[in-house]
Nanobody, 117 residues
Framework: QVQLVESGGGLVQAGGSLRLSCAAS????????MGWYRQSVGKQRELVAQ???????YYADSVKGRFTISGALAKNTVILQMDSLEPDDTGVYYC???????????WGQGTQVTVSS
C-alpha cells in the first residue's frame, strides 16, 4: 500500500522558516510528480508547489520567492523550504504524489503549519 508521510510542521512567528519533508513507501515506481498542497480554514485545497520528472517546478504566486521545493522523484521524496512565512500561510499542508499511468493521486495525512503575527 502506497503511503506518504509528512513531517516538519509547527508553530512559527511571521518572518520565520519551516521545512516540510515527505517520503513515500509501499511502491517501487517513481511518482511522475510530487507536490505540496495547502488547505486553510474555509478555503479549498490549493497547490502550493510541485516538482516534475524533469526537475521543473511550479509555485503558486502567493509563495514565489519565499518557498522552495526540492526532492528526488527517483526516491519518492520531496521537501518544501518555507521562508519569510506570513500568517496567510497558515493551514494544513499535504504532500501528494501522482502516477500518470494509473491516473491516481496519493496523499499524505497532512501536517499543520501555523504562522502567528
Amino acid at each position: 500500500q502506497v503511503q506518504l508521510v509528512e513531517s516538519g510542521g509547527g508553530l512559527v512567528q511571521a518572518g520565520g522558516s519551516l521545512r516540510l519533508s515527505c517520503a513515500a513507501s509501499g511502491t517501487s515506481f517513481d511518482f511522475n510528480n510530487m507536490g505540496w498542497y495547502r488547505q486553510s480554514v474555509g478555503k479549498q485545497r490549493e497547490l502550493v508547489a510541485q516538482i516534475t520528472g524533469r526537475d521543473s517546478t511550479y509555485y503558486a504566486d502567493s509563495v514565489k520567492g519565499r518557498f522552495t521545493i526540492s526532492g528526488a522523484l527517483a526516491k519518492n521524496t520531496v521537501i518544501l523550504q518555507m521562508d519569510s512565512l506570513e500568517p496567510d500561510d497558515t493551514g494544513v499542508y499535504y504532500c501528494g504524489g501522482y502516477f500518470v499511468d494509473i491516473n491516481r493521486y496519493y496523499w499524505g495525512q497532512g501536517t499543520q503549519v501555523t504562522v502567528s503575527s
